[in-house]
């Protein structure tokens, strides 16, 4: 799900953003994490030709790994041109490594990658560890989403009136 790039006022500049993640997931920790890539790719993700529908982190032998971020090739890029959907490292804390292992462990945890932004110059992804939600859990989130709307147009109304 590309969104236009915008800022959230403080110096970050966001590119994509992955709304699935929140309705499929109860978000418990999120991190800050950078990201290594080409030349092509940062230049093709700064055009915001990005995408994280199906995108997930994994730790595997003690690094941590983003699978299925699609990024399209660079219109200007020539024969080096990179793979749109390679596997891209991750870089974190040695610390913040560790408790993702023990965290990703339990049952039911996943690495869900949240936004893709600019810091700085640098481009950074947004994850979270992540409980996925039941069928029942997402349909409770959407009558409370539904309800909370139908309250704030009432109050609309009657501040009209």
Sequence with gaps: MSTPAKSDGQGEKILVQNKKATH?????????????????EIK???SGRANMRDSYARVEHGEV?????????????????H????????LLHRS?????????????YSL????????????????????????????????ERDAAREIARVFRERQKQ
Aim: aromatic share 10%; glycine share 10%; proline share 3%.
């Design 112 to 143: 869900v990658p949240l936004r893709l932004y600019l810091r700085g110059g640098f481009c950074k992804v947004q994850i979270a560890l992540g409980k996925g939600k039941k069928n029942y859990d997402k349909r409770h989130a959407v009558a």
């Design 96 to 108: 913040e490594i560790r408790k993702l292992i023990g965290a990703t462990r339990e049952a039911g």
């Design 83 to 90: 793979e749109p959907l390679r596997t891209r490292k991750l």
């Design 65 to 81: 790994f983003l699978h299925n971020l699609h990024i399209s090739p660079y219109e200007a890029g020539n024969r080096f041109n």
């Design 24 to 40: 499929d997931y109860f978000i418990e920790e999120t991190y800050e994490a950078g990201l290594v890539l080409t030349g092509t």
């Design 44 to 46: 093709a993700i700064r």
